[in-house]
């Protein structure tokens, strides 16, 4: 364009910076803000979002960190979004003081945290063990009147479980329905999860049945997690039924799925059902197979699944590496 004489105005610049950060064309986005200045456009806090959201997409945060700098010798103030996704990068690659002393930052510049910001630094803080933190952090949005959502609650109550505080979770949980807040799928599985490790199956099973009576949608982690509080309860009769539930859903069960109830029946001393059970499973990677190697493009890989088939080596073959097979084919 510019070779050309066209006209440039900051949002056709910025417009095209969005492009080349969206395909990781990240440098060459940087390069554009010193042909805008030569093109007498001053870049402003759109432009530099853009870059460093196209940075922290990258991972380089210290390149994102050097240009917000470059920003307030310019006099140019840095937006909650362009905090935001540095808090956010700094927090998935596990450099949660850096995080903090952004966020601090914010508040000395007087840059308020919205719900996302807050969602970052919680679930940093979850990731690294610091619970107490976390919801105090909740506890400061709410008191900024700032609105939690499902997010927020979910990466606590997440939180929570793995630490094996389920009364905490639970109250967490309560909270979230008193200010309507719709918990999902994450939510109720993490639920779930903490009542099953808790040997509280029967509540795992009620807000399993609550969130199908709610319109949720059950995905083969939450059957898995209910058969594995089944198998350790020794109820596997329960598990199995779980299994035959997940089929009618139209899930998908996978060696997690298979491999828990094999053992809890070999636990439970009924070796003949883990065995039916297993020529089941074997069954059932073998269809899928076939499906997948209908469509799959390779003749090769169509080629040595017919010979195993034809020489009958599914029996010796572990169930491991027949799903390693599986997940091998589905990249196709």
Not at 61 to 70: F, G, I, M, P, Q
Not at 175 to 186: S, V
Not at 302 to 310: D, E, L, N, S, Y
Request: glycine share 6%; proline share 2%; net charge negative.
């Amino acid at each position: 364009m510019v070779e050309k004489g066209c006209q440039h105005d900051v949002v056709a610049f910025n417009t095209l910076m969005n492009g080349l950060c969206r395909e990781g064309r990240v440098l060459e986005a940087e390069a554009l803000v010193d042909r805008m200045v030569e093109n007498g456009h001053q870049p402003n806090e759109v432009t530099y979002g853009t870059i460093v959201n196209g940075m922290c997409k990258m991972g380089d945060t210290d390149s994102a960190l050097n240009l917000l700098r470059k920003m307030d010798e310019s006099h140019i103030k840095a937006d909650v979004v362009i905090y935001t996704a540095i808090i956010d990068r700094l927090c998935k690659d596990g450099h949660h003081s850096k995080a903090q002393n952004l966020f601090t930052e914010m508040h000395d510049k007087g840059i308020f945290p919205n719900v996302l910001t807050y969602n970052c630094m919680i679930d940093g803080c979850c990731s690294y063990g610091k619970w107490t933190d976390a919801e105090q952090l909740l506890r400061d949005m709410i008191e900024s009147n700032v609105d939690p959502d499902v997010v927020t609650f979910n990466a606590l109550i997440n939180a929570f479980v793995k630490e094996g505080k389920i009364s905490e979770a639970e109250e967490l949980y309560r909270e979230m329905l008193g200010r309507n807040i719709f918990p999902d799928t994450i939510t109720y599985n993490s639920l779930i999860d903490g009542f099953c490790k808790h040997s509280r199956l029967d509540d795992a099973k009620h807000i399993f049945d609550l969130m199908v009576s709610k319109g949720g949608s059950p995905n083969v982690i939450t059957i898995n997690t209910l058969i594995g509080g089944c198998c350790r309860a020794k109820r596997v009769d329960d598990g199995i039924k779980l299994l035959h539930e997940m089929l009618r859903r139209g899930l998908v069960p996978d060696s997690v799925s298979y491999n828990t109830l094999i053992h809890g029946f070999c636990q439970a001393g009924d070796l003949n059902a883990a065995q039916d059970l297993f020529q089941e499973m074997i069954s059932q990677v073998r269809w899928i197979l076939i499906l997948l190697l209908i469509t799959s493009s390779s003749s090769m890989e169509c080629a040595r699944v017919i010979r195993w088939t034809k020489h009958g080596i599914w029996s010796i073959v572990s169930p491991s590496m027949v799903w390693k097979l599986v997940s091998k084919l589905t990249i196709y």
